[in-house]
Structure formats: structure tokens, C-alpha cells
């Protein structure tokens, strides 16, 4: 049992990998098996088609690794501005250390893999969809809290939320495009600006 179970972690593991770092449509079965160094056999015993793995690796990824770190950044015992500066701030630092590890920048999983497959496999489009609109609802949270507080100006709190998530993917997709980490780093400035927070000019 425990082969088995290493088997489907490294063929999940590969998948996200490999479609993250190229593309879900140009990554193959044979490749992704070949990475994880699983027979073709075996992965067809734990899933049906290439989009049942993307989906299942979307998902593992995001309970185990996303989820939890975007609850302690976006934790209520902290202000919400707070909350937002910091997860705006770690997003150069990450994508520096995911550059250093592959050599490029690749920006969100999520949001590349969504955009990829908008008009190729449903399934793996709706979970992508499925964590990106739970990613929102942190940003909504923390700007209601910051407009309860006085912190940010009163209006629609879900179309801010919008509005600065587009920027943060948006500018994560920039990055990806140029291979370049310094459109990252305005991001908290940009942020605050965005949501009628007054801010420091960010200085070279």
C-alpha cells in the first residue's frame, strides 16, 4: 500500500509541476508518468484521463499548500490592511524563490491553468474557478473589516475585491509573460492606492 499511495503523490506531484511550468495542453500522460517515474499502467489505476489528474492536483495543491498559508496571512487577529500588505508583499519574495528553482517565473497555477483550459476541459476549468473565487473572499473579507475600521473608503466591498485580485493575478501574469519580478514589487503600493489608501511612495 505504501508504493501505491507514492505512486498517485508523485504522479500528482509531476502533473502540477510540468503543466504549471509549460502548459496543460502540450504536457502528455507519457510525460507527466516519466517524471514521477510511475508506469502508464498505474496511472491509469488511479485516474481516468489527464484533466481527473489536473483537477485532483489543482485541488491537493491548494488544501495542502495554498490554503493553509493564505488562512494565517488573511487571519482575523490581524488588522486587515495589514493582511493585505503582507500577502501583496510576499508575492515578489515567492516568485523570486520559484524563479531561482526553475529558472523562470511562473506566476499563479491556478490562474494559468484556468486560463489555458477556458475553452478545453470543463472540469479542470471549474476548479480552477472553484479556488480562485475562495482566494477572493479573503481580499473581501479584509477590505470589509478595513471599511468597518474606517480604513478604506465605503462602497461595494466585493467589486473591490475584484478589482484587486485582477491586479494581483494580472500582474502575476505580467511577470510570467517578461520573466521579470520587478512589476511584483509595487504591488503593495499599487494596492493601497487601488483601494483609497494613502501610501508611501515606493523609492528605488
Wanted: proline fraction near 4%; include cysteine; charge should be negative.
Amino acid at each position: 500500500m505504501g508504493r501505491t499511495s507514492d505512486a498517485k503523490e508523485r504522479l500528482l506531484d509531476a502533473a502540477l509541476d510540468l503543466i504549471w511550468e509549460r502548459s496543460y495542453g502540450v504536457v502528455t500522460i507519457d510525460a507527466i508518468c516519466e517524471k514521477a517515474g510511475v508506469k502508464k499502467g498505474s496511472f491509469y489505476y488511479f485516474f481516468e484521463s489527464k484533466a481527473e489528474l489536473a483537477v485532483a492536483a489543482l485541488d491537493l495543491n491548494w488544501t495542502e499548500c495554498g490554503k493553509p498559508k493564505w488562512d494565517r496571512t488573511f487571519s482575523c487577529s490581524l488588522p486587515p490592511l495589514e493582511r493585505l500588505r503582507v500577502f501583496l508583499q510576499d508575492i515578489h519574495d515567492a516568485q523570486a524563490k520559484i524563479k531561482q528553482e526553475h529558472g523562470k517565473v511562473l506566476g499563479c497555477p491556478c490562474f494559468s491553468i484556468g486560463s489555458e483550459t477556458s475553452f478545453q476541459d470543463e472540469p479542470v476549468l471549474a476548479k480552477a474557478q472553484e479556488i480562485l473565487q475562495q482566494q477572493i473572499r479573503y481580499f473581501e473579507s479584509s477590505i470589509r473589516d478595513a471599511q468597518a475600521e474606517g480604513l478604506v473608503p465605503a462602497g461595494d466591498a466585493s467589486l473591490k475585491a475584484k478589482c484587486l485580485f485582477a491586479l494581483f493575478e494580472g500582474s502575476l501574469a505580467q511577470a510570467r509573460i517578461q520573466n521579470d519580478l520587478e512589476v511584483l514589487r509595487i504591488l503593495p503600493q499599487a494596492g493601497m492606492e487601488l483601494l483609497g489608501v494613502k501610501t508611501t511612495p515606493v523609492t528605488a
